[in-house]
């Protein structure tokens, strides 16, 4: 695990103190992650393909780039800094459109994650060639049809990385309403 200091939270958000991003899991306090996915005007999400020696959820599919939020640092900071790190890709943080800070728990082994996850939208007509992938981290990009990847989140949901089905939802109907599918 690439250990890094966060910031801890309280249940409501609000930063108390800080720690190593390992024993944060390990002793599942609430700290920050950041979610960026990149749409385009055909109704596709960029998805990535988790690295198989990931931590949390290896071998899944899920969001076009995320990653936990060092101690400062804003959610959008940390959104952009990991499309760049994960992606190759930078983008403006005017280009970005925050769409919810969720509240969420799970786990993984032995890792607890009690995370305010920000997740931001940010529209991208380019092609997947743009790219360049952090090889430990992603192995490759798709840009999915938000038909395709509500069937399949029906069909196979253990593709995914865990997220509450409203999150999925959220994320599919926001895309449709900023192409023009849903009013």
Known sequence: MND???????????????GMKSEI?????????????PYNSKSEILMQLRGKDKELYPDRWDVGAAGHVG???AYAD?????????????????ELELLVIDKCEGGYGEFIEKVFAATYL???????DE????KEEVQKLEFVSVADLEK??????????PHPDEYWERLIESVKK?????K
């Open 178 to 182: 900023r192409v023009g599918c849903v």
């Open 122 to 128: 940010v529209r991208f007509e380019g092609r997947l």
């Open 4 to 18: 890094e200091l966060m910031d801890i939270c309280d249940g409501n958000n609000d930063v108390v103190g800080q």
């Open 78 to 94: 940390a959104a952009i800094r990991e499309a760049k790190e994960e992606l190759g890709k930078f983008f403006e943080k005017d």
């Open 152 to 161: 399949d989140l029906k069909q196979f949901p253990d593709k995914f990385s």
């Open 131 to 134: 790219f360049v992938l952090q």
């Open 25 to 37: 899991l390990r002793r599942g306090l609430w700290h920050r992650t950041a979610r960026l996915y």
């Open 71 to 73: 101690a400062g640092e």
